[in-house]
Nanobody, 128 residues
Framework: QVQLVESGGGLVQAGGSLRLSCAASGRTFSMYGMGWFRQAPGKEREFVAAISRSGGSTYYLDSVKGRFTISRDNAKNTVYLQMNSLKPEDTAVYYC?????????????????????WGQGTQVTVSS
């Protein structure tokens, strides 16, 4: 069982930056692939970024490449999403998620159904 708690959301002007954090409970954090997803009002949840257990592999939604960076600190049981050059279309509730399936993560990291545990979300609002 893993509990995930996101933080770091808020209101920022376009062009600004935020860093989201996701703290995980438990001593097996390093065994999970981790992902960030977001959901804007009236829209479906979408994949944003993912990172492998070791942090050696990262994956991004095309529209955030070059602006967002996912990272993790396994000693602190935390995954981060650094968001730069924010745009109004980045406005959404951001969720982190943990995936225990080692064999499938590298293939299905963008699928919400791949993940076993989810946080409660943190709101990011980008004003124009």
């Amino acid at each position: 069982q893993v509990q995930l708690v996101e933080s770091g959301g808020g209101l920022v002007q376009a062009g600004g930056s935020l860093r989201l954090s996701c703290a995980a409970s438990g001593r097996t954090f390093s065994m999970y692939g981790m992902g960030w997803f977001r959901q804007a009002p009236g829209k479906e949840r979408e994949f944003v970024a993912a990172i492998s257990r070791s942090g050696g592999s990262t994956y991004y939604l095309d529209s955030v490449k070059g602006r967002f960076t996912i990272s993790r600190d396994n000693a602190k049981n935390t995954v981060y999403l650094q968001m730069n050059s924010l745009k109004p279309e980045d406005t959404a509730v951001y969720y982190c998620a943990a995936d225990s399936d080692i064999s499938s993560f590298s293939h299905f990291y963008a699928r919400g159904s791949e993940y076993d545990y989810w946080g409660q979300g943190t709101q990011v609002t980008v004003s124009s």
